[in-house]
Structure formats: C-alpha cells, structure tokens
C-alpha cells in the first residue's frame, strides 16, 4: 500500500496443461520417431515409453497419463496386447484415452476396440501417421473423450459385409454418410464442415438415424455409441 493507496492485485500466472502420453511400440526406430511427433506438440508431453507388453503397464501405473497410445501387437505374444490393454482400461481407469497403432486394417481388432463404448478410443493405421498431424489430432481428440477409427478401417468393413442384409438398409443415402463420419469419431460441428451442410441439418440427419435403428429412447451419448456400433457391424 502506498499513500494510503492498495497495491493492485497480482495477476495469476497461466500454466498451461498438457495432455500427457505413454507410448508403447516394440521398433525402436518406429518408437523414437512417434515420440519426436508427440514431443513437437506443444500441447503434448511424452512422459514415458516401452518395448512391450509389461513395460507399459507399468508406466501406466507409475505415470498415469491422459491418453497411451500402443501398437496392437508387441512382445510377448505380438498378437493383440493393445487391445488387451484398452480392455482392462476401459475398467481400471476408464478416464485415460487409448490410441491404437497398426500395420494391418483389421475390423475384427476395431471392433474388439469399441464393444464397450467409442470414447477414448482410436484405431489408426501406422502409414497414416507419417508427417504428425494425424497422430497429435487423433491424441487431442481421444483425451478430450471422442473417438478416431481410420478410414481405411472403415471401408474394409463396409466391403465385407456389404452383401449381408442389414439395419441400415432403412436409412438414406445422405444419413449413411452422416453415420460413417460419426464412425469416425466426428462431432456434429465437424460432420457439417466435411458435407457443407448446417449442424442443424445434421441433427436432423442423427436424430433420424437414431429414430429408424430404434434407439430414440436412449441418451444421446448411448445412441451415439449404438449408432456406430450397428454401422461398424451391419457395412
């Protein structure tokens, strides 16, 4: 205080929160080059990494990070770790973000991935994570509680059961659209900026293809989650 005068208050410095990573890849080449990609995010932090199976559990117990991203298949099996992971997550700490890593667009691991649910989850494929940009977005998009599948994921399911009679033959060109970018973890803003249309046509399209699966009576997050399911199942 001076001449009687309070001394202005002082101003809260801002300490910026980053969405911490474990990283788990069993080529050391491949796993130093991802975590330069995680490291160059300012948003990022890589607070640890491993080679296999039991050096990731234990860096999730001792880091507790927001988001792992894993390969599926490392020692000691090298056959579906990641998703052995993801499992036990989704009850263990169901709060943390689990990102798969794959050389192979395999439905049946997607769907192992999403059983219980698409938030917090992502699956893409190793070749879509070249340059950063798809792996530190698919990162942001699984902490904040969404989902990312790859697109090539998709496809190969829609190619294998194309012929089968489905659910999905009551809905519309256009909504079928709209439940595939759902499929990929989209919310309804980002749905409308890829097919040029308003949000609120876009929940016109939703709140139609919930109605024809029959899942009006659910929570929207639920129906979500349905939605996608029946979509990944049923194309």
């Known amino acids: 205080m001076r001449d009687g005068i309070p001394a202005p208050a002082a101003t809260p410095t801002l300490i910026a929160v980053r969405t911490r990573v474990v990283l788990a890849e069993d080529n050391a080449l491949l796993r130093h080059g991802l975590a330069r990609l995680v490291d160059a995010a300012p948003d990022l932090e890589l607070v640890a990494s491993a080679a296999d199976l039991p050096g990731l559990r234990i860096a999730i117990e001792t880091e507790s990070p927001d988001v792992v991203v894993t390969d599926i298949r490392m020692p000691p099996t090298h056959t579906d770790e990641g998703i052995a992971i993801a499992t036990a997550l989704r009850t263990q700490h169901p709060e943390m973000g689990v990102l798969l890593l794959s050389q192979y667009a395999e439905a049946t691991y997607a769907l192992s991935l999403l059983a219980e649910g698409t938030a917090r989850r992502g699956y893409l494929l190793k070749e879509r994570v070249a340059d950063g940009d798809e792996l530190t977005e698919a990162i942001r998009r ?8 790859d697109p090539t994921v998709v496809e190969g399911l829609v190619a294998a059961n194309r012929a089968k009679p489905s659910e999905l033959d009551a809905l519309t060109p256009r909504e ?5 970018e759902m499929a990929q973890g989209k919310s309804n803003i980002a749905i409308a900026s890829t097919l040029v249309l308003s949000e609120r046509a876009i929940e016109k399209h939703t709140n139609s293809i919930f109605s024809k699966l029959g899942l009006s009576e659910e929570r929207d997050l639920n129906r979500r989650v349905s939605a996608v399911l029946v979509y990944l199942h049923n194309r």
């Open 142 to 149: 699984v902490a904040d509680g969404g989902s990312v599948i």
């Open 176 to 180: 079928l659209q709209v439940l595939g």
